[in-house]
């Protein structure tokens, strides 16, 4: 029996498979948790990702990433998942579209294509109803630039009536003057 043991661990397959479970160890899987690299890819990814939340004004994923980085932490004291798990959760969360399945996606699609045919319509009215809008208001401006005009002429029509009378006005000023003297 001794001999039949020594034998199939002299096998190739059973070396494989030692080399297998050496690699596969917990030692050598929790590794990657503790990598270096990894930690600062992940900081890096993190800050970029809260800038860009915080840049677009979506502070309610910046809070969302905020607590579950906060929540993680009283579970797990590793950064990387605490990273990891915060950005992937913001995410989850802030496009939920993404996880549905494509059971639904033909009824969205033709719901959006209905929904973006009714905004064009809409559109167009609008549009028609600001040129209407534009004609009314350069006619109003037009007959206003009218009247504008015509006061604009009587104005300088006074003001040409007035001239005599403000140069014997000057006139009269200039012998009170020389009467004071």
């Known amino acids: 029996m001794f ?9 190739p397959f059973n070396k494989i498979k030692n080399h297998f479970n050496t690699i596969v ?15 600062y890819a992940l900081l ?17 994923s910046v809070t969302i990433f905020i607590l579950i ?49 009714e905004n064009e319509d809409e559109k167009e009215e609008d549009d028609k109803k600001e040129s209407m809008e534009n004609k009314k208001n350069t006619e109003e ?14 104005i300088i029509g006074g003001m040409a009536e007035l001239e005599p009378l403000m140069q014997k006005a000057e006139g009269f000023i200039e012998k009170f003057e020389k009467y004071n003297r």
């Not at 890096?44 to 309610?60: E, K, M, P, Q, V």
């Not at 980085?69 to 496009?95: D, E, R």
């Not at 037009?142 to 009587?154: S, Y």
């Open 141 to 154: 401006m037009t007959t206003e630039m009218k009247e504008f005009m015509e006061v604009q002429n009587k």
């Open 3 to 11: 001999g039949f043991k020594k034998f199939t661990n002299s096998l």
């Open 25 to 39: 160890s917990k030692k050598n899987s929790n590794s990657i948790l503790h990598n270096r690299v990894l930690l």
């Open 69 to 117: 980085g906060l929540l993680t932490s009283f579970f797990c004291k590793n950064m990387i998942v605490i990273l990891f798990v915060s950005i992937c959760i913001t995410h989850i969360l802030k496009y939920p579209r993404s996880l549905e399945g494509a059971k639904n996606m033909d009824d969205e699609e033709n719901e959006d294509e209905k929904e973006h045919m």
């Open 44 to 60: 890096i990814l993190a800050l970029l990702d809260l800038f860009y939340l915080a840049n677009s004004r979506d502070f309610t």
